[in-house]
């Protein structure tokens, strides 16, 4: 039953925003921490920022430290990444992940392609 969706991803410009949204379902939503993931091709899958359940803290690669934002929204069960001055090398494949009763579960990935 535990399942997240992901949107908000699209082609966008250099310089431009996104923001990414994950809804999950099938667990307790706001008591699990949330993190957003990205993998290009040929690149490995990279963390690139998470928020903890328990008082909203986060974390940051430092390749989008002051660009990014994570929040997440419990009334509505959904994690938010608010994407700002978006480079080319953004681009890739975004995914959230949570893990409840002791399983990972990821979304289905959602693309941002960053071009001219």
């Known amino acids: 039953q535990v399942q997240l969706v992901e949107s908000g991803g699209g082609l966008v410009q250099p310089g431009g925003s996104l923001r990414l949204s994950c809804t999950a379902s099938g667990f307790i939503f706001s008591v699990y921490g949330m993190r957003w993931y990205r993998q290009a091709p040929g690149k490995e899958r990279e963390l690139v920022a998470r928020?903890?359940?328990?008082?909203?803290?986060?974390n940051y690669a430092d390749s989008v430290k002051g660009r990014f934002t994570i929040s997440r929204d419990n009334a509505k069960n959904t994690v938010y990444l608010q994407m700002n001055s978006l480079k080319v090398e953004d681009t890739a494949v975004y995914f959230c992940?949570?893990?409840?009763?002791?399983?990972?579960?990821w979304g289905q990935g959602t693309q941002v392609t960053v071009s001219s």
């Open positions: 928020i903890t359940g328990a008082d909203g803290s986060t």
């Open positions: 992940y949570g893990r409840a009763k002791f399983v990972d579960y």
